[in-house]
């Protein structure tokens, strides 16, 4: 974030999308220190993964240690390359970023992802869930509660709903900012920009 800050002279991150991805950016950003303002098209947050069934893959996570499941990284892009994935660079982040994703959700929002399940495509148990029937919109609307009690008590986060955003602001080659819609009106935000939609 601070290296970002140094580009874009702005005092805010601007994501865009209200699911998992952006509550997760917006909370990342806030917990950094910094300020941020997530919009979202819909009229209320969540976006598809409210609706995930199965639960959170993670690879080498605490919950797995605790169970003495044999996972890592390497073995959860092993099995997403067998899978098919088409950018075996993206898939490794994720793989090698899972574990750390699944705890900060279990430390930082005190979520349930104690069960472990293995599913289709897996050679390991690595799907997280809790007892919840709805382990999507568990996860997503924790964050998005964090959010908003961070936004109701400073001015450290906003969340603007019905915003559509349109167009970038750039300056040169750079994205400072954006240009959005809400009840018929052109509104901007600058910072950078994160999009998650």
Request: with cysteine; glycine share 12%.
């Amino acid at each position: 974030f601070f290296a970002m800050a140094a580009v874009f002279p702005a005092n805010q991150v601007i994501v865009v999308g209200g699911g998992l991805a952006g509550m997760s950016a917006a909370n990342q950003a806030v917990e950094c220190g910094g300020k941020t303002v997530l919009l979202d098209k819909s009229a209320f947050c969540g976006g598809n993964s409210t609706k995930a069934t199965s639960g959170i893959n993670g690879a080498g996570t605490k919950t797995q240690k605790g169970k003495g499941i044999p996972d890592n990284a390497e073995i959860f892009i092993a099995d997403t390359l067998k899978g098919g994935a088409k950018k075996p660079e993206l898939a490794k982040v994720l793989c090698q970023n899972s574990a750390a994703d699944v705890d900060w959700l279990v430390d930082k929002f005190d979520l349930d992802l104690s069960l472990v399940a293995r599913l289709g495509g897996h050679s390991q148990p690595r799907t997280h869930r809790g007892k919840e029937r709805f382990p999507g919109m568990t996860i997503t609307y924790a964050l998005i509660q964090m959010l908003e009690k961070i936004a109701e008590k400073t001015d450290r986060a906003r969340i603007i709903t019905k915003a559509e955003v349109f167009k970038l602001i750039c300056n040169g080659k750079a994205v400072v900012g954006c240009e959005y819609k809400k009840a018929g009106k052109i509104l901007k935000e600058y910072g950078p920009v994160v999009f998650a939609s």
